[in-house]
């Protein structure tokens, strides 16, 4: 069982940075895999990263590549998202999950553990 909570989220200009963070609980969390996700108002929830159990491979979604990283920290039991160049299309709840497997994939439904969501907006 992992407990996932999310902090960092808030509002920002366009242009600025945020950087998130997802603490975890469990004594098993650097057998997972992690991502981050978002929604936005009336829209499904999107792939926006991943990074593996052990951080050596990391998948980003096209619409934030070069601009986010995803990080983690297995000895804090931490993965993070820092958001570079934000752009007010970046606005949306952003969720921390957990998946335990060594495979990195980018579908919510494969993700067994949600935290429950940071609200990042930007502001044109």
């Known amino acids: 069982q992992v407990q996932l909570v999310e902090s960092g989220g808030g509002l920002v200009q366009a242009g600025g940075s945020l950087r998130l963070s997802c603490a975890a609980s469990?004594?098993?969390?650097?057998?997972?895999?992690m991502a981050w996700f978002r929604q936005a108002p009336g829209k499904e929830r999107e792939f926006v990263a991943v990074?593996?159990?052990?951080?050596?491979?990391?998948i980003y979604a096209d619409s934030v590549k070069g601009r986010f990283t995803i990080s983690r920290v297995n000895a804090k039991k931490e993965v993070y998202l820092q958001m570079n160049s934000l752009k007010p299309e970046d606005t949306a709840v952003y969720y921390c999950?957990?998946?335990?497997?060594?495979?990195?994939?980018?579908?919510?439904?494969?993700?067994?553990?949600w935290g429950q969501g940071t609200q990042v907006t930007v502001a044109s």
């Open positions: 990074i593996s159990w052990s951080g050596g491979s990391t």
């Open positions: 469990g004594r098993t969390f650097s057998r997972y895999t």
């Open positions: 999950a957990a998946d335990y497997t060594t495979t990195p994939v980018v579908g919510p439904g494969e993700y067994d553990y």
